[in-house]
């Protein structure tokens, strides 16, 4: 985040870290208003990601364009395989019809693209909650 962005923001967050969802800007906005709206309370990543969040920490999500939107907070954190992942799990991601079956094939279509996928592959299961929105945003943003 840029020094500018930074200094927008309210002074309780500007030590925190910061990240956008997704692979692309139009995901991170996709999601960032999910997490806005209240519908999306988990998100997963790969165990080697680099940026892996602490319990209780605190992340500034940022939209496509890389502005500060809203600040969630890690409530769990469990490792699972792909293959593991349940139902409840898929729907507190909040995307899509909140199916499992929706949410296999949008993960294992998102991991193909960034070329890690395997139905066995270890995955960092993270479950949040927001703290306060900083820039609203339209889930159809």
């Known amino acids: 985040m840029d020094a500018d962005l930074i200094a927008s923001l309210p002074e309780r967050y500007r030590g925190c ?3 956008s969802f997704g692979d692309s800007p139009e995901l991170a906005n996709e999601l960032a208003a ?14 080697d990601a680099p940026d892996r969040p ?9 939209d496509g ?12 954190l469990t490792p699972r395989r792909f293959d593991e992942v349940d139902e409840a799990f ?4 909040g995307e899509g019809d909140r199916s499992l079956a ?4 949008a993960h294992e279509t998102y991991f193909r693209r960034l ?9 960092l299961c993270e ?4 703290v306060e929105v900083l820039a609203p945003m339209d889930v159809d943003r």
């Open 127 to 130: 479950r949040f909650r927001l």
């Open 17 to 19: 870290p910061s990240f």
């Open 102 to 105: 929706w949410w296999r094939d």
């Open 65 to 76: 364009d890389g502005r500060p939107v809203c600040v969630i907070e890690t409530l769990e």
């Open 115 to 123: 070329g890690v996928f395997s139905p066995d592959m270890p995955l």
């Open 90 to 93: 898929a729907f507190d991601e």
């Open 54 to 62: 602490k319990l209780g920490e605190q992340w500034v999500v940022l």
């Open 34 to 47: 999910l997490v806005i709206s209240g519908r999306k309370t988990a998100t997963v990543d790969t165990l």
